[in-house]
């Protein structure tokens, strides 16, 4: 028992040694605490969407299943589109490439709506790309005249809106192991040559990365 005794006040003594000489004691946040902090740090952005016609693509992309149903639906299996995605935020602007899955009512243009995508940022410096997927239902509106600031000619368009969630992790470069979340809402048009099918859509969105 007197052994015991000794063994532990030993090791107290030992543990007390090693706090008081350690450089560390004074900081509140270790090294490693540190980076983990700075790894966090919440940026937020703002970015706006549109569609790259499909005679434009800077390089092919895959264009998925198209099928045309007996009642009337429209069903897109992994088609592929491209669309330009600007932003003051350098990390977020670029050219995205999506594949694009969804069941159209054939009647309404509603529909569940998800797929996945890579965003390239256009500024080299930056190197890498965001991977992630996206969910969201697209809803009709209703048929209204439209000032198009650029795109399709000005005229009477049906008129659908598709709210989206994001989310995509960054690989490679800057970006490497960063983790983003957005939410955006696409205005979609079509016309009456190809209704239900969306011809052209903006968006706008916002979020953050870390």
């Known amino acids: 028992m007197k052994t015991l005794k000794c063994f532990l006040v030993l ?3 030992v543990g ?3 706090v008081g000489c350690s450089d560390e004691s004074q900081s509140p946040v270790s090294s490693i605490q540190k980076g983990s902090l700075e790894k966090n740090i919440i940026h937020n952005f703002t970015m706006t969407d549109y569609p790259i016609p499909l005679e434009l693509y800077p390089w092919p992309v895959d264009p998925g299943v198209i099928k045309y149903l007996p009642n009337g639906n429209i069903q897109y299996k992994k088609r592929g589109i491209l669309e330009v995605i600007t932003s003051d935020d350098p990390l977020l602007a670029g050219i ?5 899955s969804t069941m159209i009512d054939g009647e309404t243009g509603n529909g569940a709506v998800h797929g996945s995508f890579t965003t390239t940022p256009n500024d080299p410096t930056v190197g890498g790309v965001w991977e992630g997927t996206y969910v969201g239902y697209r809803s009709y509106v209703g048929y209204q005249e439209v000032d198009f600031p650029f795109g399709p000619p000005d005229g009477e368009y049906y008129i659908w809106t598709l709210p989206l969630k994001l989310e995509a992790h960054g690989k490679g470069g800057l970006i490497d192991k960063m983790q983003m979340f957005m939410t955006a809402t696409l ?5 009456y040559a190809n209704y239900p099918e969306p011809m052209f ?6 979020g953050f990365y870390k």
């Open 201 to 206: 859509w903006m968006g706008n969105g916002s």
């Open 16 to 18: 007390i040694t090693f």
């Open 96 to 100: 995205m490439e999506h594949y694009l």
């Open 11 to 13: 090791f107290a003594f």
């Open 187 to 191: 205005t979609i048009y079509g016309a």
